[in-house]
């Protein structure tokens, strides 16, 4: 018999090993087939085969990063995989991704899926009622040469040039001018390209709009984020009223939507350079060797108590600092404690860990003694 594994109670934290992944997959996906009976909303042996497959995607996800699984929101998550499965989008695909995120107010961890920017090339090529051959897409890095062309006879607009810096890091958000999302459409024995092409007003407001605090999916995959916000302005924006949707498929179309709020439209981006490391120097200061530009106006000369300097891993927004002061007093209360700004952050990261020895466990990067210019 199958180990019957809870996913909301409060029983001792239950890991997920390799050999009992098996009976869970299959417990989780009887318990979707008795919540899809209880609602009369009946799936197709193929769409159950992409439940199923949805549902090993979390428990693998569970067995590699050691998630308790009485500390999952199971319901919400069957409830999703309900949907997916109907509009059978693949996780193996990288059709769509399953989020993991702490609840602070039920004290569980809710999973949410989302689609990628293939899983919205799926629908558009399923329920369009034009044939589409194939997609492009891309992002325009700063400095690199972009031209286009609007046609008032069609509404069509046509990229005429796109030269790209190959030595551009593309994957940085903050390098990121534009993105674009091209449906080539067969039509009169002609292929037309279907454009859509997103300025970084509306792409910082994609940003912002992102649930996690320190948006760390956007400035780890920042080119791919970028072009699936294209995507999701190609269909609504463009392709959307050529797409005919099965009656019975609307609700699952429906509870699947990414929403974005473009209503809040930000000119300028709330993005990483004013979110803040916490660095708290102890009796030493940092030197410009490795720190260039860094100006600290009094030197510390004495420490009452003397604390291990930090780095987070996931930094928490403390107050905003201007590009050109990297590092700030917290306050005259706390004048031992400085801030590095994200960007420097990762401009000076290697020379800021060669400074002590960082601890991947604790997060923690202790400071060499060293002496400031001059």
């Known amino acids: 018999m199958a180990e019957k594994v809870q996913a909301n109670s409060n029983n001792t934290l239950q890991i ?6 098996p009976a869970i997959v299959k417990q989780w996906s009887n318990d979707l087939m008795s919540l899809t009976k209880s609602q009369n909303f009946e799936l197709t042996p193929k769409e159950c085969e992409y439940g199923t497959s949805i549902i090993y995607g979390l428990v693998d996800k569970c067995t590699k990063e050691k998630i308790p699984t009485n500390q999952l929101n199971m319901t919400n998550f069957l409830e999703q995989v309900k949907h997916f499965s109907r509009m059978q989008l693949s996780l193996q695909e990288k059709e769509i991704f399953i989020d993991v995120r702490n609840n602070k107010n039920t004290g569980l961890k809710d999973v ?80 037309v390209p279907y454009t859509k092409i997103v300025d970084k007003s509306r792409l910082t407001t994609a940003y912002n709009a992102s649930p996690s605090y320190d948006k760390s999916v956007w400035n780890n995959h920042g080119q791919r984020m ?45 993005i990483n350079q004013d979110i803040v490391y916490d660095i708290s120097i102890d009796d030493e200061i940092i030197d410009n060797t490795i ?25 928490k927004p403390t107050q905003k600092v201007s ?25 000076h990261k290697e020379a800021l860990v060669k400074a002590g020895e960082y601890n991947q466990e604790t997060k923690r990067l202790p400071v060499k003694k060293l002496k400031p210019k001059g």
């Not at 997920?16 to 992944?21: A, E, G, N, S, W």
């Not at 970028?226 to 949707?245: F, G, H, Q, R």
């Not at 720190?291 to 930094?315: F, G, Y």
């Open 16 to 21: 997920i090993t390799p050999d009992k992944q």
């Open 112 to 191: 949410t899926i989302t689609k990628q920017y293939q899983g919205i090339q799926k629908i558009m090529v399923k329920y369009s009622t034009k044939k589409i051959v194939r997609f492009m897409e891309g992002v325009v890095c700063k400095g690199e040469e972009f031209e286009y062309i609007d046609d008032f006879t069609t509404g069509l607009t046509t990229i005429t040039k796109h030269k790209k810096n190959e030595l551009a890091d593309r994957n940085k958000f903050i390098n990121i001018e534009k993105a674009y999302a091209i449906a080539f459409v067969e039509e009169y024995g002609k292929v």
């Open 226 to 270: 970028s072009i699936k916000t294209a995507y999701w302005c190609l269909y609504n924006d463009v392709m959307k009223p050529y797409i005919e949707l099965p009656a019975n498929m609307q609700q699952s179309f429906i509870a699947t939507e990414d929403t974005m709020d473009w209503e809040n439209t930000s000119t300028q981006p709330t």
């Open 291 to 315: 720190i260039d530009n860094v100006q600290i106006k009094e030197p510390i000369t004495e420490v009452a108590d003397t604390k291990e300097a930090v780095v987070e891993s996931e930094p």
């Open 323 to 347: 590009n050109d002061k990297p590092f700030e007093n917290k306050s005259e209360d706390y004048e031992k404690i400085y801030y590095v700004t994200y960007p420097y952050y990762q401009e």
